[in-house]
């Protein structure tokens, strides 16, 4: 009963520790940034799944996660036309972008998806980031079949519908690229006439 | 300008290498890095850091301000004046501000208070230019080359100096902005890398070590001195999030957190960087 | 300039490093605008007034040049000058001793 009584108390204090520690965190992120460029302090305002992922560390368990893969799988907005395939050639370009939504950026400028930043994807760049696996061969490898189309636009659109505290940035979602702009990408990984399924 | 150096670099690799090319696994991903590593050795003695050290223990010893004093008298944490070993010991608390600074906005304080230096004239234009050079950049390449070769010891002695390590550890953590970006997106792992810039791992002591002991720094593909103060606002840009306040809580908060983390280290610095 | 310079063997090694900007003429600025070319053209440097090396620099050479040297000859205590000239017509000169 003591015991309890001890256990309830250090929690209590704890809690009360840690709001503080909340509080004084929240007003230190209002007092510390500052609006520049297309960059608002909105920016600094999480969403469900932010939060969860900051909460968890990436780590997030229960029955909260298959809630929200839900819903981040329902915020997915597929091509009308149904087709998934673009440019490849564009799509490399847009893999080799690495600008655009910082507040050096200007509204409008060249976005791409930096996508050489975290991952391998054509055999003749070496510059590529390793945060992320390597899409080298992705399309001889695992086939470009209409499903898994389907799957690489909707994990460009949103990888949090796929996998909720991936580092991969919602680039549909978050409005970074276009449909046609995605399009492109999943032709420069699935395309069998990309250089990255080519021989 | 960095694709030129990139490409330079490429060339130096191949010449060093004279490897076939091709489309290899792991192999020469390793080569590259240690391609790289070894042109930075090359360069060991080339730092033009010095350069900017000199410049910054020149300003340090000038007469400025309203007040026409020189830096002197200003206390970085081991005295007035003291400016051996005083970056091995920061960020931490100060009594005559009561707060926990960093070298940066410790070196603000003293302008203000020693020399009559409006904050908004100082911290108006932190960060140099090609045309225009920081002051502020020079004089924390002077006073970090003085702790050179000293071991870290962050105190988190006080509450403050502890609860500004757990702010720091949980903007670390934050995950914001269009990009779900935090610090640890990048900055939790072993052994990864952005595009050929590896990543330290700053959640680990190793990581913190072999990354806080770097900066500030050389960064040959700016031509400019660059301080952990900018290196934070840097990566705050590309996480897309709004501009942190320059010599803020927010910044030394982070700061500490990872400094702290590589206590024990020898400090290296100023380094020189890609 | 920084200049070091130590011997052994016989053999002289001097290591030097130049502020300066060295624009080649083709970057633009933050606002798009050429920025003009401004490099150092030639460097000479002395060992005891004996010329040792003569260099041209131009649009190749990176900011803040470091020049790495050996020459025959030289002991510890003797001078040695180096200076550089640029498209502007600036000259600098410094010299240090080798250790």
Known sequence: MLAATACAAFATHADAADSALDARFRQMLLDDFRARGVAGMDRLDQDDVQKLCTDTRDRPRGAAVQALLKHQQELIRWPEDGRFLGDWRAGEKLAQEGRGMTWADRPGGPTGGSCYGCHRISPAEIS?????????HLGRDRGSSPQMQRYVYGHIYNAKAYNLCSYMPRFGTSGALTEQQIKDLVALLLDTDSPVNRP | MRRAFLHAVGIVLAVILAKPAGAGGDEDVQDTSAGIERYRQMLGEAN???????????IWKTAAG?????????DLGLGPGVVKGAYAQLPRLFADTARVQDLESRLIT????????????????????S?????????????TAQSRGMPMHVPLDEPQERQAYSLGERLFFYRAGPYDFSCASCHSQDGRRIRLQELPNLTTKAGARHAYTTWPAYRVSQGLFRSFQWRLNDCFRQQRFPEPVYGSDATIALTLFIAANANGAIYNGPGIKR | MRIRASVRDGVTEAKVLMQHPMETGLRKDESGALVPAWFITEVTATHQ?????????????????????????GKPGDRIVVSWVDTKGDRR???????
């Open chain 1, 128 to 136: 590529f980031g390793t945060i992320g696996p390597s899409l080298l």
């Open chain 2, 48 to 58: 033009p850091a010095e350069l900017d050290e000199a410049r910054g223990e020149q």
């Open chain 2, 66 to 74: 309203p007040a026409q004093a020189t830096l002197e008298r200003c």
């Open chain 2, 110 to 129: 003293c302008m203000m208070k020693l020399q009559g230096i409006a904050q908004a004239d100082i911290v108006a234009k932190p960060f140099s230019t």
């Open chain 2, 131 to 143: 045309t225009v050079r920081s002051d502020i950049e020079a004089l924390v390449a002077y006073v």
């Open chain 3, 49 to 73: 007034e004996r010329v040792v090396l003569r260099a041209q620099f131009g649009t190749s050479i990176s900011a803040n040049p470091y020049l790495a040297f050996h020459f025959h000859g």
């Open chain 3, 93 to 99: 000169s410094d010299e240090a001793t080798i250790a």
